[in-house]
Every structure is written in structure tokens, then in C-alpha cells.
């Protein structure tokens, strides 16, 4: 495995490879990145896996901040997965300029979820996305359904500029008490994990009667009462028609953020 911490080198080095499967990852590795490298490699493909704590996809300095970093063991995981090249760029490899300036215009999804919720935040996904793909010239791109707004943005995007590269769905890899694993979880002791845990099943379990609630009262106070402090939101939306639905339908999918232990949580079912 080779560790490339320059765009320059990352570029050169993957000239003229044909077959390369390209997983983005803010580090902090766990079984849902690893899922993914599995895929890449199942498909036989050039991995590449990028580890880097974009700041411009964090509306809030402080979470930035505590974002979890554990780069040895990462690497370590990456090395016992067969990963081909693990790209560790410093910020000045992503951002050279003194001054950012996002161009970026997010029209889609500006409204919902995370949109709302997090301004600029899918921004900054983009521009990572734009400079990554950049340097990494990928054929395949392989992304989460765990961050599946974040998978309907960055597809949208590439279709919007007619790119090439064939985005791989990857489903969510869940811990045993139901949770979506995520770096975040490494802030939970294990009574919130426990919580989250607890808060996920009750609402997969009342998955439609969610979707066709005309207000989420009654949801929201429980989750209320298994533990969390303030929830940003928990809204059904078709992934189809990309609009918030009262329909349960296999295009419909309930997209839930909370705040648990002064950990921001999302997860989708
Ligand atoms: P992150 O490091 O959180 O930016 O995630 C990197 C990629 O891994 C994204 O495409 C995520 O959607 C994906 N990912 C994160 N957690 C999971 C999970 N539990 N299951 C599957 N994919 C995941």
C-alpha cells in the first residue's frame, strides 16, 4: 500500500490506470468505510482511499474541531483491506488558495434535512468532492447510503457536469444494537450508544406509520423521552421524486438528526 500525501503525486502515480475505485473517508475508520473498500476490491479495482477532515463541510467550528482523528489504526485498516493507495493530502493540497471561494450553487435540497439544517455544509461537500476527483481521477465512486443526502448531491453534481464516474450505492453497516456505525460514535459512551440504539429500532419499527403521520408529534417526543436533546429532524422524503412524502412506498425513506451527548446524529431508513 502506498501513502500519497500530494495532489501532485496522487495524479501521477494513478496516470493511466484504467480500473480505480475511489472511497472519500474523513477517517476515523470503522466497518462502514471498510464495507466499501470491500466493494472496490470485490470489483477488482485500483483502490484509493482518501482520508481528509474537509473544514468546509462543517457549519460548526467546534465540531470540526472534536472530529475524531485515530490516522495510525486508519492506515492499519486500510493495509489489512489490500487498499492500493491511501491519499493524505494537508489542507494546503486541497485548498492552496489564501482565500476560499465556493462557487458552488446547491439549489437541491437547500430547503430539507441537512440542507436546512447545516448551511453550506453540502457546499463544502461539493468543493471537496470537485478537488478530490481532481486529483484522483476515479472511474468508480463509491459512497454510503448512511449519508444518502449526501450521495443524491455529489450524483446530481456529477451528472450535472456529464461526468463519467459510476457512483456505487453502498447499503449501511450497522453496529448490533441497530445504530448506524459512525466516526461520531466513537463521542458516545456506551449508555448513548445504547439510546441511539433504542431510538432506531422504535422508529424503524414504526416506519409507516411515520410517513403517513401528518405531524410528528407524538415521534419526536419519544425520541425525546428515550434520551436525546433536541432533534433537528425526522422527515419522510421519496428518494424518487426528491420531495418530502406522507406515502410509504420503496422510494420512501424516513431521514432522522439528532443531538445525543453533544454528538449531532443522522441516520436513514
Ligand atoms: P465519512 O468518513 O463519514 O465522510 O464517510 C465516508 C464514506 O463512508 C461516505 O460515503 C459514508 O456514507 C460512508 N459510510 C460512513 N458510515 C457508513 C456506514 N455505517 N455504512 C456504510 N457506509 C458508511
Not at 465556493?102 to 430539507?112: E, V
Request: include cysteine; proline fraction near 3%; glycine fraction near 4%.
Amino acid at each position: 500500500m502506498k501513502i500519497i500525501k500530494t495532489a501532485n503525486k496522487i495524479a501521477s502515480e494513478l496516470l493511466n490506470k484504467k480500473k480505480i475505485g475511489f472511497i472519500p473517508t474523513m477517517g476515523c475508520l470503522h466497518e462502514g468505510h471498510v464495507s466499501l473498500i470491500r466493494k472496490s476490491k470485490k470489483k477488482k479495482l485500483l483502490t484509493v482511499v482518501s482520508i481528509f477532515v474537509n473544514p468546509l463541510q462543517f457549519n460548526n467550528k467546534k465540531d470540526f474541531i472534536k472530529y475524531p482523528k485515530t490516522i495510525s489504526t486508519d492506515l492499519k485498516i486500510c493495509i489489512k483491506n489490500r487498499v492500493d493507495y491511501v491519499y493524505l493530502p494537508q489542507k494546503k493540497e486541497i485548498y492552496p488558495e489564501k482565500k476560499i471561494i465556493i462557487k458552488n450553487k446547491i439549489h437541491f435540497f437547500k430547503k430539507y434535512m441537512e440542507g436546512k439544517f447545516r448551511p453550506g455544509h453540502f457546499e463544502g461537500v461539493i468543493e471537496v468532492m470537485k478537488r478530490l476527483l481532481k486529483h484522483v481521477k476515479t472511474s468508480y465512486l463509491f459512497l454510503g447510503k448512511k449519508d444518502y443526502q449526501q450521495l443524491i448531491i455529489i450524483k446530481k453534481y456529477l451528472e450535472s457536469i456529464n461526468s463519467k464516474i459510476i457512483v456505487v450505492p453502498c447499503d449501511t453497516i450497522r453496529d448490533t444494537n441497530g445504530t448506524a456505525l459512525s466516526s461520531r460514535n466513537k463521542l458516545l459512551d456506551q449508555k448513548s450508544l445504547n439510546i441511539a440504539g433504542r431510538i432506531i429500532n422504535f422508529l424503524k419499527n414504526n416506519k409507516n406509520k411515520i410517513i403517513e403521520s401528518k405531524n410528528n408529534l407524538l415521534y419526536l417526543k419519544k425520541i425525546k423521552e428515550f434520551g436525546a436533546k433536541k432533534i433537528d429532524y425526522l422527515t419522510a422524503f421519496n428518494l424518487k421524486q426528491l420531495k418530502k412524502t406522507n406515502k410509504p412506498s420503496v422510494n420512501a425513506r424516513v431521514f432522522l438528526a439528532y443531538h445525543l451527548s453533544g454528538v449531532r446524529l443522522i441516520d436513514n431508513f
